[in-house]
């Protein structure tokens, strides 16, 4: 299967209208303890869609899954809050985003999937077409994650620049993005009684 992207937020969605104009980058950071990766962003003529992609270690997901995603684990609010700090994986949540040192003031989205293999589904067909067009990132990952963001480009004035957005000519040089603090909870366990006056 190849894989074609459109512009649109969802992983999953079949897409219409021609598909995004790829301009490959290979870029790498790390964001709450993973190294991340944006392969290639996709233009269209309104905008662009990127995937930044995770590889995770299957082991820590297993155990992750054992321990909370049993039958038996049912959970309190404050041991749901817990569980969701020890998954092994945390999305990218952008707060501020600049391309080309223009700063994007338009609204913009994203979705994200976790790909494990033991968790096949429907949407096995859109992950493997994932794995094959990724395969340089990927090889030997047998789970990761994926969070695709569809942004629409900076404002402009320049007719010029709409006409090159619009032919799809439009090349990202440098991408900067400020993220929402990772945040932590930290149970005190502590009780105490309090009497009325």
């Known amino acids: 299967r190849v894989m074609k992207v459109y512009y649109?937020?969802?992983i999953r969605n079949k897409g219409k209208g021609l598909p995004g104009f790829p301009q490959k980058v290979n870029?790498?950071?790390?964001?709450?303890?993973?190294?991340?990766?944006?392969?290639?962003?996709?233009?269209?003529?309104?905008?662009?869609?990127?995937?930044i992609i995770t590889i995770l270690d299957e082991a820590r997901l297993r155990?992750?899954?054992?321990?909370?995603?049993?039958?038996?684990s049912r959970t309190t609010q404050l041991e749901r809050r817990c569980a969701k700090q020890e998954h092994p994986?945390?999305?990218?949540?952008?707060?501020?985003?600049?391309?080309?040192?223009?700063?994007?003031?338009s609204s913009y989205s994203s979705s994200h999937y976790t790909y494990m293999?033991?968790?096949?589904?429907?949407?096995?067909?859109?992950?493997?077409?994932?794995?094959?067009k990724y395969s340089s990132v990927l090889k030997g990952a047998s789970c990761f994650a994926c969070e695709r963001f569809y942004i629409p480009y900076p404002e402009t004035d320049s007719k010029l620049e709409k006409l090159r957005r619009f032919l799809r000519f439009y090349k990202v040089k440098h991408m900067k993005f400020s993220t929402f603090p990772v945040q932590f909870l930290?149970?005190?366990?502590?009780?105490?009684?309090?009497?009325e006056y």
Not at 27 to 51: D, N, P
Not at 63 to 72: I, R, V
Request: some cysteine; proline content about 5%; hydrophobic content about 35%.
């Open 8 to 10: 649109d937020s969802g």
């Open 27 to 51: 870029w790498q950071f790390e964001h709450a303890g993973l190294k991340r990766y944006i392969h290639t962003i996709y233009h269209f003529s309104k905008g662009m869609v990127f995937y």
């Open 63 to 72: 155990e992750y899954f054992d321990k909370y995603e049993s039958p038996e």
């Open 89 to 105: 994986y945390r999305d990218v949540l952008i707060f501020k985003l600049q391309i080309n040192d223009e700063p994007v003031e």
């Open 117 to 132: 293999p033991w968790t096949r589904n429907d949407d096995s067909d859109c992950m493997e077409a994932m794995l094959k």
């Open 186 to 195: 930290y149970p005190l366990d502590i009780h105490f009684e309090m009497s």
